[in-house]
C-alpha cells in the first residue's frame, strides 16, 4: 500500500553534512509516524530518530544536537539532516513509515560513508 525510495546517501568526510529524502508513495495520508533507522554488517537495525504525527520526535542518544529529523506527512516525505558526522555514523541508512492499518513499510536504503 506504500512504496519508500530514499536517497541523499554518499562518502562525506568527519565533520561533513549529508540530507537524506525519503519519498512516499501511495496510501501516504495514512502515515503516522516517519522513521530513520540505521545498520552495519552483523548489527541489529538502530532506530536513529522518529517523526509522529502529533509533532513528537526522538532521537538516539548518539546523534541528539547533529541530526534532525524533518516530515511531511501529508506528501510522504521525511528528511534527516546529519551534521557533523562521525565515522561512526557509518551505516546503511532506512526510511521506515507507519501507516495506519497496513503496518511498517521500509525504503531500500541509502548508504553512508563517513571517511578521511
Known amino acids: 500500500q506504500v512504496r519508500l525510495v530514499e536517497f541523499g546517501g554518499g562518502l562525506v568526510q568527519p565533520g561533513g553534512s549529508l540530507r537524506l529524502t525519503c519519498v512516499a508513495s501511495?496510501?501516504?495520508?495514512?502515515?503516522?509516524?516517519m522513521d530513520w533507522y540505521r545498520q552495519t554488517p552483523g548489527e541489529q537495525r538502530e532506530l536513529v530518530a522518529s517523526?509522529?504525527?502529533?509533532?513528537?520526535?526522538q532521537y538516539t542518544d548518539s546523534v541528539k544536537g547533529r541530526f534532525t529529523i524533518s516530515r511531511d506527512f501529508a506528501k510522504g516525505m521525511a528528511y534527516l539532516q546529519m551534521n557533523s558526522l562521525k565515522s561512526d555514523d557509518t551505516a546503511v541508512y532506512y526510511c521506515?513509515?507507519?501507516?495506519?492499518?497496513?503496518?511498517?513499510?521500509w525504503g531500500q536504503g541509502t548508504q553512508v560513508t563517513v571517511s578521511s
Open positions: 501511495g496510501s501516504v495520508n495514512s502515515i503516522t509516524v
Open positions: 521506515k513509515a507507519f501507516v495506519h492499518g497496513h503496518g511498517d513499510y
Open positions: 517523526a509522529r504525527f502529533d509533532g513528537y520526535i
